[in-house]
Nanobody
Framework: QVQLVESGGGLVQPGGSLRLSCAAS????????MSWYRQAPGKQRELVGF???????LYTNSVKGRFTITRDNAKNTVYLQMNNLKPEDTAVYYC?????????WGKGTLVTVSS
């Protein structure tokens, strides 16, 4: 059974940091491109960034220089390190796994950036 389980969300003050984790099981993690998406209240889900099977990364402009995606294939886990968080980063963050059109999603973890 395929599972993607996000963790690490919570409340953080502006300028703070959080690290999200996504633990995967039920598929061959190492060959999948792993992505992080987010959905803010009242907005559409958007791509935050992704890491390919060979660890190339790409980020949306609004998080470049602040967010970093890494993966640990031995632990079947992908991470999203978020630094210098802003109130506009408040959203539910979702983990996605994709390989040749086969697509899996986690249930999300809430990140709230507020003073």
């Amino acid at each position: 059974q395929v599972q993607l389980v996000e963790s690490g969300g919570g409340l953080v003050q502006p300028g703070g940091s959080l690290r999200l984790s996504c633990a995967a099981s039920g598929f061959i993690f190492s060959i999948y491109t792993m992505s992080w998406y987010r959905q803010a209240p009242g907005k559409q889900r958007e791509l935050v960034g992704f890491i390919s099977s060979d660890s190339n990364t790409l980020y949306t402009n609004s998080v470049k220089g602040r967010f970093t995606i890494t993966r640990d294939n031995a632990k079947n886990t992908v991470y999203l390190q978020m630094n210098n968080l802003k109130p506009e980063d408040t959203a539910v963050y979702y983990c996605n796994a994709n390989f040749r059109g086969q697509d899996y999603w986690g249930k999300g973890t809430l990140v709230t950036v507020s003073s």
